[in-house]
């Protein structure tokens, strides 16, 4: 059996985003769709006193929340094959569970439980990062396509698996991939008995992105690659791509990373910051296997 896309929905504006872009997304990958809705009983459990059909009350607007995200979703693609299915327990741990067998996992950036001031929500930021399976945050919005997908690239096995994604997503929809490699000065430039040549330097970080970039081309000739170096803080080099891209991808942990961190300080930035869906790529490669490369910061 085929695994399908899932879409957590808990009908929020952020969660129908959602489903509109899993939908598009499952049907240019020729895939099911599975939308999910998460009923949490902790908050209304109690075992001593229990409520007498408590289970019915809350699963009833559970089932309205699922059968307007159907149909939201078959309105919009009718060839889909959709399903839905009511998961219940903690919502993190649900999705978690329900990632475990998906291509993908898309979710809203924040939902009914978050807090009206924050721009993302604790569900969303802690299923990032924390699955194999791609996880898509998306905002709601306007949905203008503007025909470029955005991924932030800096050597790390991390950044290879969202290098990876991000050119079938740009060779599905028939767009450009904008390959953002931001890199900063070493503190130690500054050191007067240190000479650095800047554009030598530039040159180095071009190269270096090009070269990884040339396998990706081959494997892809009919997208358009526009290779970014960029130097300045990734997160402002990514936020400000960001604006003018339908999609932007990045990978759970980067080179700056911590490593214990499983959702590197790059990617949490960019998650709350970026105006447009964006997607978080774990690898599977052990951290080990980082490759040499120069001096960068993503």
């Known amino acids: 059996m085929t695994e399908p896309i899932v879409v957590a929905t808990d009908g929020s504006p ?154 079938e997503e740009a060779g599905l929809r028939g767009c450009r991939l904008r390959v953002v490699y931001a890199w900063q000065l070493p503190v130690h430039i500054y050191a007067p008995e240190i000479a650095y040549d800047m554009d030598e330097m530039r040159q180095a970080q071009a190269d270096f992105v090009t070269g990884r970039v040339t396998a990706w081309r081959e494997k892809y000739p009919g997208v358009e690659t526009v290779p970014d170096t960029v130097s300045a803080h990734p997160v402002t080099a990514l936020v400000d791509a960001s604006a003018d891209a339908d999609l932007l991808v990045v990978g759970s942990r980067g080179r700056g990373a911590v490593r214990s961190f499983v959702l590197g300080s790059v990617s949490r930035a960019v998650l709350h910051h970026a105006r447009c869906p964006v997607a978080v790529v774990r690898s599977k490669t052990p951290v080990a296997e980082e490759p040499s490369h120069p001096e960068a910061t993503l």
């Open 14 to 167: 952020a969660a129908t985003a959602a489903v509109e872009w899993a939908a598009d997304d499952a049907a240019r990958k020729r895939l099911p769709l599975r939308i999910v809705h998460v009923l949490d009983r902790l908050p209304y459990d109690i075992p001593r006193y229990p409520i007498p059909d408590m289970y019915d009350r809350l699963s009833r607007p559970g089932r309205q929340i699922l059968q307007e995200a159907e149909q939201t979703a078959r309105e919009r693609r009718p060839e889909l094959d959709v399903t839905v299915e009511m998961a219940e327990g903690d919502p993190v741990h649900a999705l978690r569970r329900q990632a475990e067998h998906a291509v993908e996992l898309v979710v809203g950036s924040r939902g009914l439980g978050g807090f009206t001031g924050m721009l993302l929500g604790s569900v969303s930021m802690h299923v990032a990062g924390h699955v194999d399976a791609p996880v898509v945050v998306v905002r709601p919005g306007p949905t203008d396509v503007r025909g470029e997908v955005v991924v932030g690239f800096d050597g790390s096995p991390e950044s290879e698996a969202a290098l990876a994604y991000a050119f």
